[in-house]
């Protein structure tokens, strides 16, 4: 359920080896015809939040808004909010909020998109 320890096997540890689609792959199968707009992607990935981006470039073209938890979930307990937000302001989101209170939740609106008056 989390990237946090990594590599790092305790006796009652599970190996699970499931199969990854990106987002890209999964709207390309559902919208063939790349015209559906996409309102928001909203979702903690449990530390794989920039796995997730990388996996929707293409989509994210087309996504209004990102909502992620970036909370320190990865080795060492290192958070994604810095990959994540350097990643989406490259792709032309502007950083709406990166906290409340105590979490880690990213919020992002696709300025591609949206204009700063909507």
Do not use: W
Not at 18 to 26: P, S
Not at 60 to 72: A, E, M, R, S, T
């Amino acid at each position: 359920s989390t990237v946090k320890e990594v590599g790092k096997q305790t006796p009652d540890s599970v190996d699970t080896l499931v199969e990854a689609k990106t987002l890209d792959r999964i709207y390309q199968n559902l919208y063939p015809n790349d015209s559906t707009m996409i309102k928001a992607i909203i979702g903690d990935m449990e530390g794989a939040e920039p796995e997730l981006l990388l996996g929707a470039k293409v989509l994210l073209k087309k996504v209004q808004f990102v909502c992620l938890d970036c909370g320190p979930e990865r080795k060492d307990n290192q958070s994604t909010k810095e990959m994540v937000l350097e990643f989406l302001q490259k792709s032309g989101f502007q950083i709406l909020k990166n906290s409340f209170g105590d979490e880690n939740h990213l919020i992002a609106r696709n300025n591609k998109i949206i204009s700063n008056q909507g």
